[in-house]
């Protein structure tokens, strides 16, 4: 999830952990857990593309790192707050559920977390967009009056807690949306004849209201939306894999790492003599044109030592063409 939310989470967490004892300390120092694993960002400015790609969501979103790590945490925290009535422990405790909770939201997302490192096993269960109002506006709004309220009173327990039922519930909800919708397009898909092999769902950006499919046929994926609002058939556009195209390159190490990073979900496209890896989990920028732009689209630039893979930088119009659109789609086909 945005950065954001995992704020006002582990704030929530530290409260319901040690808010008691230390009042607003304790949301302070959960927000501060809910951010930290997500400094594995800053591996891009350390390796190779591909393998930040490996790094972000992994050991950082760990129970092995919440575990390794929550004590020296807890340890520096009881230092810097010498005179608190909290120790090491409560401080320890209050660190480990914030870096907990951080990698079971994200687990929920498309992008998924390698919980279980170092095991190869990433959790994803694409049931919500990693920013969704609906789901942090109303917890933020609780965290907000829980820190207005007296500290240890019922009144700051019940936000707090209000603000975790409430959020936790939505995601369940939005579990339930995922699977109405994935019947939908499942319905669609036998209703127009189309032989699939597998098909994934995912909700589209800021909310749960619109979802959108992957579908895999033997040459070419399809992609299709539905609206809870729709009252016309889905309608699917169909990709060419063109996975062909690799040629030799499909022997790469960093092909293959990539084509597992995007679980085999993934388009090759040619221009101007340039190959390009486009991840097909997070969908296209634009569904109406022939050629479109993907959100996650990786440049391959064979070299003499090694190939060389670089990110597509986003096209700032171009998703702001498809934020405008998304409002009407959301309303209904």
């Known amino acids: 999830m945005d950065s954001i939310t995992q704020i006002v989470l582990g704030a929530a967490v530290g409260e319901a952990v040690l ?4 009042g607003n300390k304790a949301m302070l120092y959960g927000a501060i857990a809910g951010t930290i694993p997500d400094l594995d960002t800053f591996a891009t400015l350390f390796t190779d593309t591909v393998s930040a790609i490996e790094i972000h969501r992994g050991f950082t979103h760990s129970i092995v790192f919440s575990i390794l790590f929550a004590p020296l945490f807890g340890w520096l925290i009881s230092k810097l707050e010498k005179r608190s009535v909290a120790g090491w422990k409560d ?4 660190m480990f559920w914030g870096f907990f909770t951080h990698p079971i939201l994200d687990s929920f997302t498309t992008w998924g977390t ?15 967009f990693v920013i969704d109002p609906l789901y942090t506006l109303p917890f933020l709004l609780f965290l907000i009056l829980a ?3 007296k500290r240890g009173s019922k009144r700051r327990r019940k936000f707090n807690n209000l603000g975790l039922i409430v959020s936790s519930s939505y995601l369940v909800i939005t579990l339930i949306l995922k699977g109405v919708t994935y019947f939908q397009f ?5 209703e127009q004849g189309y032989a699939y092999s597998q098909i994934e769902t995912k909700p589209a950006p800021f909310n749960s209201i619109l979802w959108t499919a992957n579908v895999e046929l033997k040459d070419a994926y399809l992609i299709g939306d539905y609206s809870l609002f729709d009252s016309k058939p889905i309608v699917f556009k169909s990709y060419f894999k063109n996975h062909e195209l690799l040629g030799t390159l499909r022997n790469e190490d960093k092909i293959n790492r990539l084509i597992d990073i995007s679980n085999g979900w993934f388009i090759i496209s040619e221009e101007k003599g340039l190959l390009y890896f486009n991840d097909l989990r997070f969908g296209v920028l634009d569904t109406s044109t022939e050629k479109p732009n993907f959100v996650f689209s990786y440049r391959l630039l064979p070299t003499k030592d090694a190939l060389k893979v670089e990110e597509v930088e986003r096209n700032p119009e171009e998703a702001k063409k498809l934020m405008m659109g998304l409002g009407n789609r959301i309303l209904g086909n």
């Open 91 to 94: 401080w320890s405790w209050l």
């Open 114 to 128: 390698q919980l279980f490192w170092p095991f190869d096993l990433r959790i994803a269960f694409k049931n919500i």
């Open 19 to 22: 808010g008691r004892k230390v």
């Open 186 to 190: 499942k319905n669609a898909l036998e």
């Open 147 to 149: 820190m207005r309220s």
